[in-house]
């Protein structure tokens, strides 16, 4: 049995979310960690591990941080959030974490915190974070034929 990486977790993540409905409801993509433009304009949805622990039963949390940009509220560069938008992606998000957490897999999700919004200043956006808390048990290792012949020669 081997654990699982922080790169696994996170791609197993990502693929839950392509396709879903949280995903066709956003402008833009979903992204690994570090693969967004920071100029994007889009509502992008990103994919973050944030902590693991290897044990029998590996725990650890990820985080989706959906971006939505703010909204030019006087033409002039005043930006303010687009609370309608983020609103509604915030309750998107919850419907998505409830489904994943009825889902049958080798992982169980948990919403760790309340959904959350921030906002990025730099950029004139604001971005949502879930949380997630997964528990799974450890991984089966891949057995080469070799490895098995080995063993049974005792060699």
Known sequence: ????TSL????????????????????????????????SKNEDIVVKFVAGLPNQIETGVVAILI?????????EGQYVPDL?????????????VRK????????FW????TIQTYQEEDINQHF?????????LRKKEETKIEDNEKENNHE
């Not at 977790?9 to 570090?34: H, M, P, T």
């Not at 948990?110 to 915190?113: H, N, P, Q, V």
Request: proline letters at 1%; hydrophobic letters at 35%.
């Open 1 to 4: 049995m081997r654990y699982r």
């Open 8 to 39: 696994e977790v996170q791609d197993d993540v990502f693929k839950l979310l392509r396709g879903s409905e949280l995903a066709d409801e956003i402008s833009g993509n979903v992204l690994l960690y570090g693969t967004r433009s920071r100029d």
């Open 67 to 75: 971006y939505v940009p703010d909204l030019d509220f006087d033409g």
């Open 84 to 96: 309608s938008r983020l609103t509604t992606l915030e309750r998107k998000a919850d419907e998505w």
């Open 100 to 107: 994943i957490e009825k889902t049958q897999s080798t992982y």
């Open 110 to 113: 948990r919403l760790a915190d």
């Open 128 to 136: 949502i974070t879930v949380r997630i808390r997964y528990r799974a």
